[in-house]
């Protein structure tokens, strides 16, 4: 169940990464965000506004495009998981999937979450990216599960950007 939904255009790449340095003031230990959008809808440079805003140094944020999984210590610890090269759910259950969706010491970030929607946690912030011109994007942000109750949170520090 999820009742918290909001939704922005951003204009340009400098405020997507303005929301990521707003959802990762929201973040606590334990909390899953989960990704959805085609390819350059701008999931990656959310997530990585994210990791640097959670404190890594940005030298340190790569594309984790050719592995599964980045891991980084900032505030907390953080997961990056990029499933665009996912094949089979078995690769991602090998890695461990499990040990960072449910690790109650880290944050962790999901690219491509609809490739896993059924094995998301029953909580989670849900983003979703549309392209809608070259420049702008739709994002819907969603509370899922009792993320829902936080994520007003999120609109209080004046999301709308
Ligand atoms: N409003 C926007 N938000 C995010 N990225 C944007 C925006 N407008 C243009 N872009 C560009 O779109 C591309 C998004 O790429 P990326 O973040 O890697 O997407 P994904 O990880 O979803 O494939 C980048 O080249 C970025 O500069
Ligand atoms: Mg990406």
């Known amino acids: 169940m999820s009742t918290f939904k909001h939704r922005i255009v951003s ?5 997507t990464k303005a929301l990521g340095r707003e959802i990762a003031c929201f973040l606590k230990k334990g909390d899953v965000v989960g990704l959805f959008g085609e390819l350059g809808s701008g999931k990656t440079t959310l997530a990585q506004s994210i990791i640097k805003a959670l404190g890594v140094g940005e030298p340190y944020i790569v594309s984790p495009t050719f592995v ?3 891991e980084y210590k900032g505030k907390f610890k953080i997961f990056h998981l990029d499933l665009y090269r996912l094949n089979y759910l078995q690769e991602l259950f090998d890695l461990g999937y499990e040990d960072y969706v449910y690790n109650r010491q880290a944050v962790t970030i999901i690219e ?18 549309f392209n809608k011109t070259k420049l702008s994007r739709l ?6 599960g009792s993320c829902s109750k936080r994520a007003p949170f999120l609109l209080k520090k004046k999301l709308s950007i």
């Open 11 to 15: 204009k340009n790449p400098a405020q």
């Open 68 to 70: 599964l999984i980045r």
């Open 112 to 129: 491509w979450a609809q490739k896993i929607e059924n094995f998301l946690p029953k909580d989670y912030l849900k983003i979703e990216l």
């Open 139 to 144: 994002i819907n942000i969603e509370g899922v």
